[in-house]
C-alpha cells in the first residue's frame, strides 16, 4: 500500500497535463499512487493519461467519468484512495520534486492532521510572478494561520481519516476549495506549516482565475454561506466571526470586486448588478466589516485597493 495518495483532476488541459504528470512521476518519494480523474475530457488528455499509464501502471490508476466538475472529480477520487495520506494537484499546474517527500516527513514529524505548504505563482511560460512565502502569518496565533494559510486543496497533505461525508468538496461549482479548507482548519486538532514553496500554480487565460464568466463570482456567496452554516452547526460561529469576516473582505469584497471592476468583456449594466448582490450580502452579514481586526494585516496593496472601494 502506497503511503501518500495524488488525486489529479483532469479536463481538456492537454496543453499542461505532460508537465503536472511528469512532475508527480518524477517525485523523490516514490511511495505513492497517483489516482488520476478524466472528467469527462474533450480534447487528447485521454490518449495523454493512458501513455502515462502504460509507462507508469504500478503507481497510477485512472477513472473515467462524464464531466462533473472540479469539485465532483476530486469527490470521486477519495474513493479509490488506499493511503492514509492524501494530496490533491489540480492538471495543469506542477510540484517541486521533492514536495512529497518534505511534506510527508512534515506531517509525520509533527503528528498532524495536515500540512501546509507555500507555492508559486507562474505565468504560461512558466516563469514565476508571485510567491506565497516568505509571509509573515507564521509568527500568528491558530486563528490568524487559518486566514493566512492559503485557502486552496493544493498545497497540503491531508490525513485521510479527516475526509469523510462532512468534509468533502461542492460539485459544479467554483470556489469549493474555499469553505473546503475552513472546514479543515476547524475539524483538525493540529496543523503544521513547512515554510517552503512546492506548489506552483499556473494562472493562464482560461482559469478561474482568468475567467471572463462574472456571473460565476457569485459562487462564493455560497462558498461563505457554506462556511457559516458550518461553523453554525458546530457552534463556533462566535468564536471565528472575525476570521470569516475578513475572508470574506479578502475573497469577496476584495479580489472579486477587482475582477469585476477591470473586467473589460462586461457591460456597467452587469457589472453593476453584481456589485450590488455582492455589497448587500456584506452588508447583511458583516454590518462592521470596515473594523475588522485583521485589515491591518494586508499587504499595502491590498489595504489600499480595500480603502479605495470602501470610499
Known sequence: MAKVSIIVPVYNVEKYLEKCLDSLVNQTFKDIEIIIVNDGSTDNCRKIIDKYYAKYTSIIKVITQENKGLGAARNTGLKFVTSDYIMFVDSDD???????????????QEQADFVICGFNVVNEHYELTSKTFPNKYEAYDFNTQMIFGNLCACNKIIKRNLLDDDLNFRS????????FSFKLFLKAK???ILPKNLY???LRQGSIMNSNNLRKNL???DAFNE?????KKNNCFDKYYNEIEFLVIDHLYISCIVRILTNINSTKKEKDE????ILEYIN???KNYSKNKYIKLLSLNRKIIFYLILL
Open 200 to 202: 506552483n500554480y499556473l
Open 274 to 277: 453584481l456589485l450590488n448582490i
Open 172 to 179: 459544479n461549482v467554483w470556489y469549493e476549495d474555499i469553505d
Open 190 to 192: 493540529k496543523m503544521c
Open 227 to 231: 462556511i457559516i452554516n458550518y461553523a
Open 284 to 286: 447583511n452579514n458583516f
Open 94 to 108: 506542477y510540484i517541486q520534486s521533492n514536495m512529497v517527500y518534505e511534506m510527508y516527513n512534515k506531517i509525520l
Open 219 to 221: 459562487d462564493l456567496i
